[in-house]
């Protein structure tokens, strides 16, 4: 490829903001401009790459730690509903009527299903975040090493030495 065309596809590349157009960006500017200086070059996208990565990576946390405290929620709850249900029952006395003992309950279900309501989505949607991140690392890495090898052992592919 001549070197206006790896300059335009840098361009290109420089205006998107996904973390594989990024790095990809920061891989082939290096292997133009400093193809004597593999190692520095991939030192620095690594570095490039680990950053773009770790702001896609700040919403998993964000959810994952939502799915994990959302059921914490819910138990405190449950907790809380049931120790007003039991002190509504020792205020009772001898004369128990169950309708005391409703709402104390209710706010313990109600509590737990909404801890779970949350849980389940943001657990699911944490766990799917993870996949695609894992995902763009591993096309990251792939197109690094492609550009700073040219694909060499690609078959089919004709270098010149």
Excluded: C, N, Y
């Excluded at 920061?26 to 004597?36: I, N, S, T, V």
């Excluded at 709850?77 to 039991?86: D, K, R, Y």
């Excluded at 706010?107 to 989505?121: D, E, F, Q, S, Y």
């Excluded at 943001?122 to 040219?150: H, M, N, P, Y």
Aim: aromatic share 4%; hydrophobic share 50%.
């Amino acid at each position: 490829m001549a070197r206006g065309g790896r300059e335009a596809a840098i361009a290109l590349l420089e205006q998107g903001k996904a973390p594989v157009s990024i790095v990809l960006a920061h891989a082939m500017r290096g292997a133009l401009h400093h193809p004597d200086k593999g190692a520095l070059v991939r030192e620095d996208v690594e570095r490039v790459a680990l950053g773009s990565l770790s702001k896609t990576r700040f919403l998993l946390r964000f959810l994952e730690t939502v799915g994990q405290v959302s059921p914490l929620l819910g138990l405190f709850g449950t907790v809380l509903g049931m120790i007003e249900a039991f002190q509504r029952l020792q205020q009772a006395g001898a004369t128990v009527d169950p309708s005391v003992l409703a709402g104390g309950i209710w706010v313990a279900l109600l509590t737990t299903a909404v801890g779970l309501a949350v849980a389940i989505p943001a657990s699911l949607f944490a766990d799917w975040f993870t996949t695609r991140v894992e995902k763009e690392q591993d096309v990251i890495e792939e197109l690094i090493t492609s550009v700073q090898t040219g694909q060499i052992t690609d078959a089919g592919m004709s270098h010149a030495p």
